[in-house]
């Protein structure tokens, strides 16, 4: 298994930009696919962005390209999500989530039951 602490969410302008980190614990790092999930109030969780940690290969849904970007730091065992000209849609609990890839990341990414462990959350939201 795998722990899991997200942490940078704040409030931020429309327009501006944060950067959330995901630090994992424990040993096999290479081994996790990571995905950033979001959950508006009222709303479904859903799919932001992830990573596969061994070959850096990702996947983001059509409606995130551009504004957010995912990327690793293997020796630090972090994840961030890079988020740009924030809009107050962005407004959620963003979560991160590690899981096992066995298909294709534009098959796993989505989906929240492939990922196994989840971080407890970081507040974003967005507003003047």
């Known amino acids: 298994q795998v722990q899991l602490a997200e942490s940078g969410g704040s409030r931020v302008q429309p327009g501006g930009s944060l950067r959330l980190s995901c630090v994992a614990s424990?040993?096999?790092?290479?081994?996790?696919?990571i995905g950033w999930f979001r959950q508006a109030p009222g709303k479904e969780r859903e799919g932001v962005s992830c990573?596969?940690?061994?070959?850096?290969?990702?996947y983001s849904p059509d409606s995130m390209k551009g504004r957010f970007t995912i990327s690793k730091d293997t020796g630090k065992k972090t994840v961030y999500l890079q988020m740009n000209n924030l809009e107050p849609e962005d407004t959620a609990v963003y979560y991160c989530?590690?899981?096992?890839?066995?298909?294709?990341?534009?098959?796993?990414?989505?989906?929240?039951?492939?990922?196994?462990?989840w971080g407890h959350g970081t507040q974003v939201t967005v507003s003047p």
């Open positions: 989530a590690a899981g096992i890839l066995t298909s294709t990341l534009q098959f796993m990414c989505p989906v929240r039951r492939y990922f196994a462990s």
């Open positions: 424990g040993d096999n790092f290479d081994y996790w696919t």
């Open positions: 990573i596969s940690v061994k070959d850096g290969n990702t």
